[in-house]
């Protein structure tokens, strides 16, 4: 994959699919190697939580944006009635 196929995910969570097969996840960590059109960079660092994972351009086969689960809607907890749903 080049530098140009990579602009459109610079802010966005992705996942990349590697040519073995295997998948990362992640936030692009080094967004400022691909906005240079002289740049060439060779790696996308992708972080995710405290693992951050440098993943090799040539490598990469497919990048796809996540759906991230919405959690601005998490359960308040009642320290009275402790950990519980609301029934309907």
Do not use: A
């Not at 936030?27 to 059109?37: A, E, L, M, R």
């Not at 790696?43 to 693992?51: Q, R, T």
């Amino acid at each position: 994959m080049d530098r140009d196929q990579v602009l459109p995910y610079l802010n966005k969570f992705i996942t990349v699919t590697l040519q073995d097969g295997s998948i990362r996840s992640g936030y692009v960590t080094n967004p400022q190697d691909f906005k240079s059109p002289d740049d060439d960079p060779v790696e996308l660092d992708l972080v995710n939580g405290f693992l951050i994972e440098n993943v090799p351009l040539d490598q990469i086969i497919k990048i796809e944006i996540q759906n991230r689960e919405n959690t601005v809607s998490l359960p308040v907890v009642d320290l009275k009635k402790g950990y519980g749903v609301e029934e309907e």
